[in-house]
């Protein structure tokens, strides 16, 4: 069974920074591909960043190429996403996931709970 543990979202003024953490179980991890998502009030979930199994190659959303780095823990079945220079536009509730697809970072349909981002302006 899937599950997707969220944290380390907050309250934060625009510039300053979080470090969201994913612990994921479920499958087989350090030979996964992840990702995060988040979805803003009335809007439709995208995606945010992805990293493959080795961290080799990692993939942005244009909106956050150079403020966001995502990482990941294979000891750990952790998967992290550093978030520097936040902007009230990255308000959003913030979810990880497995990918079945890295062309289409496409997510499977489990989703954790996610972790609420408030960027104050």
């Known amino acids: 069974q899937v599950q997707l543990v969220e944290s380390g979202g907050g309250l934060v003024q625009a510039g300053g920074s979080l470090r969201l953490s994913c612990a994921a179980s479920?499958?087989?991890?350090?030979?996964?591909?992840m990702g995060w998502f988040r979805q803003a009030p009335g809007k439709e979930r995208e995606f945010v960043a992805a990293?493959?199994?080795?961290?080799?190659?990692?993939d942005y959303a244009d909106s956050v190429k150079g403020r966001f780095t995502i990482s990941r823990d294979n000891d750990k079945n952790t998967v992290y996403l550093q978030m520097n220079g936040l902007k009230p536009e990255d308000t959003a509730v913030y979810y990880c996931?497995?990918?079945?697809?890295?062309?289409?970072?496409?997510?499977?349909?489990?989703w954790g709970q996610g972790t609420q981002v408030t960027v104050s302006s």
């Open positions: 990293i493959m199994w080795n961290s080799g190659t990692r």
């Open positions: 479920g499958r087989t991890f350090s030979s996964s591909l």
């Open positions: 996931n497995f990918l079945s697809s890295w062309s289409a970072k496409k997510p499977y349909n489990n």
